[in-house]
């Protein structure tokens, strides 16, 4: 989360996921303003991921960096530009009903 704030993500939101799904503890939704910065975050975020932890995240949508998946393991994060955020809501899918907490 400190990451995905010094990098200056918007609307950043942690999505408790225990009791929920076997995948993840947490899964972690930002935007980006445009794609450069989507890409930007999801390569520092991996990198630190990398050096703190000792292994290495799987990253998905690099390339194009619309929508980047960092699956690190207990936490998933989603990096979206805002339009592709807003199309697929994965808040609203994941909350079931409950509050989703800002961070």
């Known amino acids: 989360m400190t990451s995905l704030d010094d990098d200056q993500a918007v609307e950043t939101v942690s999505i408790p996921l225990a009791g929920k799904s076997s995948i993840a503890d947490y899964m972690v939704v930002?935007?980006?303003?445009?794609t450069r910065q989507v890409a930007s975050m999801a390569t520092k975020l991996a990198e630190k991921i990398k050096a703190e932890f000792g292994r290495s995240p799987r990253v998905e949508g690099l390339p194009t960096a619309?929508?980047?998946?960092?699956d690190a393991g207990d936490v998933i994060v989603h990096l979206f530009r805002p339009e592709v955020r807003t199309f697929y809501n994965l808040e609203?899918?994941?909350?079931?009903?409950?509050?989703?907490?800002q961070a």
């Open 30 to 34: 930002a935007s980006g303003r445009s």
């Open 66 to 70: 619309d929508w980047v998946l960092i």
């Open 92 to 101: 609203r899918m994941w909350s079931f009903g409950e509050n989703v907490g």
